[in-house]
């Protein structure tokens, strides 16, 4: 498949990071309120007064005991849930401030922004969640979606085009226990322009994340105090740690 000189698609969990990143970017308001939020979440988490007193607040208000959570800023999801919190959290936080004047706190046109901006962001802090885990349930939520697809004809490609898109539905549908990449490997030459598309768009892995999983493992593994391991037994720890 690698020697058809295509291009794929790969890691789409980083390119639908940087596209929200950059969507971000756009709102003119959204760098302030993300700046300000920062500097009231840093507050609470540095200081055991102040989580104290959050958490205090929090059961009085009857409100389950939740911390605030920060934010790294390479991952856009972490944001989300940097600000998610915040707003969720904002009463007892509100209160749990001795002086409220001593942080820029957001005014109520910028909560307004702010709560627009999360039921945006939602949708795809699920997807970013969703493709960062190693099962790949991502594929049950796109079988109902993809089986409702199937069988519809475009209507703006060439005559050429329709008929091989004709000729493809006909076939009908592969057993969900057969490997897709099989599937159009043996029929590039029937199917040459669904070829290319199934390429660019079959992206499993849908993201790098287990492999950084393990790269981390390997971090934790080889120590100050374990530095004499060779590759091989390293790689047999790492393959146990994994597996078992």
Same mark, same amino acid.
């Given at each position: 498949?690698?020697?058809?000189?295509?291009?794929?698609?790969?890691?789409?969990?980083?390119?639908?990071?940087?596209?929200?990143?950059?969507?971000?970017?756009?709102?003119?308001?959204?760098?302030?309120? %993300?700046?300000?939020?920062?500097?009231?979440?840093?507050?609470?988490?540095?200081?055991?007064?102040?989580?104290?007193?959050?958490?205090?607040?929090?059961?009085?208000?009857?409100?389950?005991?939740?911390?605030?959570?920060?934010?790294?800023?390479?991952?856009?999801?972490?944001?989300?849930?940097?600000?998610?919190?915040?707003?969720?959290?904002?009463?007892?936080?509100?209160?749990?401030?001795?002086?409220?004047? %001593?942080?820029?706190?957001?005014?109520?046109?910028?909560?307004?922004?702010?709560?627009?901006?999360?039921?945006?962001?939602?949708?795809?802090?699920?997807?970013?969640?969703?493709?960062?885990?190693?099962?790949? %349930?991502?594929?049950?939520?796109?079988?109902?979606?993809?089986?409702?697809e199937v069988g519809r004809q475009?209507?703006?490609?060439?005559?050429?085009?329709?008929?091989?898109?004709?000729?493809?539905?006909?076939?009908?549908?592969?057993?969900?226990?057969?490997?897709?990449?099989?599937?159009?490997?043996?029929?590039?030459?029937?199917?040459?322009?669904?070829?290319?598309?199934?390429?660019?768009?079959?992206?499993?892995?849908?993201?790098?994340?287990?492999?950084? %999983?393990?790269?981390?493992?390997?971090?934790?593994?080889?120590?100050?105090?374990?530095?004499?391991?060779?590759?091989?037994?390293?790689?047999?720890?790492?393959?146990?740690?994994?597996?078992?």
């Amino acid at each position: 498949m690698n020697s058809s000189n295509s291009t794929f698609n790969l890691h789409f969990a980083h390119k639908l990071n940087l596209i929200v990143k950059k969507s971000c970017d756009q709102i003119p308001e959204l760098p302030s309120i %993300r700046h300000k939020s920062w500097q009231i979440v840093s507050f609470f988490r540095s200081s055991t007064t102040a989580k104290e007193k959050l958490a205090q607040v929090q059961q009085q208000m009857g409100r389950p005991t939740l911390k605030l959570v920060n934010e790294v800023p390479t991952r856009w999801n972490s944001t989300y849930q940097m600000l998610s919190r915040l707003h969720d959290e904002k009463e007892p936080v509100w209160v749990s401030l001795a002086s409220p004047d %001593r942080f820029n706190t957001l005014t109520a046109d910028e909560l307004n922004i702010l709560r627009e901006a999360l039921l945006v962001l939602a949708p795809f802090h699920q997807a970013t969640v969703e493709l960062s885990e190693e099962s790949f %349930r991502i594929k049950d939520n796109l079988w109902q979606q993809l089986d409702q697809e199937v069988g519809r004809q475009t209507t703006n490609a060439t005559a050429d085009s329709i008929i091989e898109v004709q000729r493809y539905l006909a076939e009908g549908n592969i057993s969900r226990q057969e490997d897709p990449l099989t599937y159009w490997g043996n029929r590039k030459t029937s199917y040459p322009h669904l070829f290319h598309l199934a390429l660019q768009f079959l992206c499993t892995p849908a993201s790098s994340v287990p492999c950084e %999983r393990v790269f981390s493992k390997a971090g934790e593994i080889v120590s100050k105090k374990r530095n004499r391991l060779n590759a091989k037994t390293l790689d047999k720890l790492i393959f146990l740690n994994k597996n078992l």
